[in-house]
């Protein structure tokens, strides 16, 4: 890539073209939005780049504090670490819980991130459940593992299908000395009434569950955050080898995420025309014969059934003007899928050239 406007990407190789871009998880496109860039650049003249030291010696700056109050505010959660980034909030919950826990308990198709993070909880390899499948983590759990004290790693939305973890069934059948480490990174922002992701709605299991969360997806930003109960946020601060050990985040760059936090807890227009659009393109794609979330998640993914449909689906979208967002994930061994991200910014010409581009490779596979 060389460059990514509001819904437009030029990349050599497409004869320098502009295509309409549906990659990457910028659902909002903060991270062009001018109050989030300048808000960067007034740290950066403000602040310089670098505390230059770990938060628990002589690089604990204010403004992380502050940054937290308001991840707890936007939230509404007790309590809120920073960390420098989505994947290691992962790995920092991990440490900040092994203490209390004996074993782990995963999705089969859990972020790679959990796959390490459970590797810090127990010296004991993680359970591995079959993908969102209920019955199957209840077998893994007979009565006489009842007693033992689990964290189940879940993401709460998949990265690459956008599909929804079904949490409180998960929570119900979790033993009860064991907790949930939820990795909302595609669900912040974007799910829940309000946009402060699925498990938006504490139920009274809230105490169970922590969650992780990046700046660098729907924030537009970088950098991540672990929120939940106070006890297990200390323990974090207290335990974690990686909060201990590492720079936290530019100073510059805590400034564009309290913009952004700003910007969507100002305005609900965000979510708004997001969902519309996501509402557009699943109306439009109902009957297409490939199957789609029908939540309000912004993500579409279609996976070709071998590589002669995936070639053919490549040029249709080249075609219509998209970028062919096709990724293989999270090893370059899997199997190829389409992912298509959609932004509230997206104008209806945009959604429509993803809509014909799929009838026409709909069309090629029925020929
Ligand atoms: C589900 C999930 N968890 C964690 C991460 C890591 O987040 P970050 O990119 O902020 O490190 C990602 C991002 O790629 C993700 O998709």
Redesign the pocket.
């Known amino acids: 890539m060389e460059s990514v406007h509001t819904s437009s990407m030029t990349r050599d190789g497409y004869g320098r073209k502009d295509l309409v871009y549906f990659g990457g998880c910028d659902y909002f496109r903060l991270s062009g939005h001018p109050a989030v860039v300048q808000a960067i650049h007034e740290g950066l003249d403000e602040f310089g780049l670098n505390v230059a030291a770990s938060r628990i010696t002589t690089g604990n700056h204010a403004l992380y504090g502050i940054l937290e109050k308001r991840i707890c505010e936007f939230f509404k959660a007790p309590d809120a670490v920073l960390v420098s980034?989505?994947?290691?909030a992962?790995l920092v919950a991990a440490q900040g819980l092994s203490e209390d826990f004996q074993n782990s308990i995963m999705d089969r198709g859990a972020?790679t991130?959990l796959v390490d993070g459970s590797t810090l909880i127990s010296p004991h390899p993680p359970l591995f459940y079959n993908h969102l499948d209920c019955h199957d983590l209840k077998s893994l759990l007979p009565v006489e593992r009842k007693s033992e004290s689990f964290v189940l790693l879940t993401?709460s939305v998949f990265?690459i299908t956008g599909e929804v973890a079904p949490i409180s069934d998960l929570l119900e059948i979790l033993p009860e000395h064991s907790m949930m480490l939820l990795?909302e990174?595609?669900g912040v922002g974007v799910m829940g009434e309000t946009g402060r992701g699925v498990f938006e709605n504490p139920l009274e299991s809230d105490e169970r569950v922590i969650r992780s969360i990046?700046f660098?997806?729907a924030f537009g930003v970088?950098g991540?955050a672990v929120v939940g109960a106070r006890k297990w946020i200390r323990k974090m601060r207290e335990n974690s080898r990686i909060y201990s050990g590492n720079t936290p985040l530019p100073l510059p760059i805590v400034c564009g995420i309290l913009k952004s936090l700003e910007l969507l807890d100002r305005s609900a227009d965000f979510l708004i025309r997001l969902r519309k659009n996501i509402r557009k393109v699943q109306n439009s794609l109902k009957d297409c014969g490939f199957r789609f979330n029908r939540e309000p998640v912004p993500i579409l993914s279609l996976k070709p059934k071998d590589e002669a449909e995936a070639g053919s689906f490549h040029e249709s979208l080249l075609n219509h003007g998209v970028y062919p967002t096709q990724v293989r994930y999270p090893s370059p061994r899997d199997t190829p899928v389409f992912r298509f991200a959609l932004s509230s910014e997206h104008s209806p010409e945009h959604l429509e050239a993803l809509v014909q581009s799929v009838y026409d490779a709909k069309k090629s596979r029925n020929s």
């Open positions: 980034s989505g994947y290691l992962n972020h991130s993401d990265s990795d990174s595609h990046t660098s997806k970088y991540g």
